[in-house]
């Protein structure tokens, strides 16, 4: 039964486009996030939510707009996609503030490439 | 801004030989974490380290933290190929539930 499943794992577009990947944990966790793999490997983190509210947002397009539904999941939606946009996109999950042991747990990955 | 640096970003080594990898970061923090990436694959936890001093030990892996000196290490014992992958480290921010990466270390162990 996977913990953090996200879908598509893998998705191919053209510029312009909108695109979306949905993110679901099952872990009970209250901390969900979004990070960019790029193609050196470089993990950075996008967004963040706690209990569906948005506590990290970094320095990222407006293009790219995050929705968590309920503290299950949380979904990104990409607008006016870019070559640039091409990466792996990891959902990750955590117990959230006030829990010691906060190791987050993360989804397979969404390899996103713009064409 | 927390700020977390690997050493090597590249190791290749044969099996058998010891070697380590370390992680500096730069501002107070107490939870420290070990990853494990394979080529296309997801982000696999090895190890979680929350106090100064602490040590663990997976099999040929053995991770340790000292947090006055903001260092953890990642040594590998007689290594094999099946080591062979990308490993982070990740601090957790302070006051935050931001988790902040190293580049990785890519190591390779060849036959």
């Known amino acids: 039964d996977t913990a953090v499943s996200q879908t598509p794992k893998y998705l191919v577009t053209q510029m312009g486009n909108d695109k979306s990947i949905k993110c679901e944990q099952n872990l009970g966790h209250d901390t969900m996030y979004w990070y960019k793999q790029d193609s050196k490997k470089f993990l950075k983190i996008m967004f963040s939510?706690?209990?569906?509210?948005?506590?990290i947002n970094e320095t990222v397009p407006n293009r790219f707009s995050p929705k968590s539904p309920d503290k299950a999941h949380l979904n990104l939606h990409i607008n006016s996609l870019e070559l640039g946009d091409s990466a792996v996109y990891f959902c990750a999950s955590s117990p959230g503030q006030g829990w010691m042991n906060t190791e987050a747990f993360f989804g397979q990955g969404t390899r996103l490439t713009v064409v | 801004e927390l700020k977390v640096e690997q050493n090597p970003l590249f190791l290749s080594m044969q099996e058998g030989k010891n070697y380590t990898i370390y992680c500096n970061y730069s501002?107070?923090?107490?939870?420290l974490y070990w990853y494990r990436q394979d080529p296309g694959k997801s982000l696999e936890s090895l190890f979680v380290?929350?106090?100064?001093?602490a040590v663990k030990q997976e099999g040929r892996l053995m991770a340790s933290l000292d947090t006055k000196a903001r260092l953890s290490t990642l040594h590998i014992t007689a290594a094999v190929h099946d080591l062979s992958a990308t490993y982070f480290c990740a601090v957790f921010q302070g006051g935050s539930e931001k988790l902040v990466f190293g580049k990785g270390t890519k190591l390779t162990v060849n036959p």
């Open positions: 380290l929350l106090s100064n001093g």
């Open positions: 939510y706690n209990n569906k509210e948005l506590i």
């Open positions: 501002t107070t923090s107490d939870r």
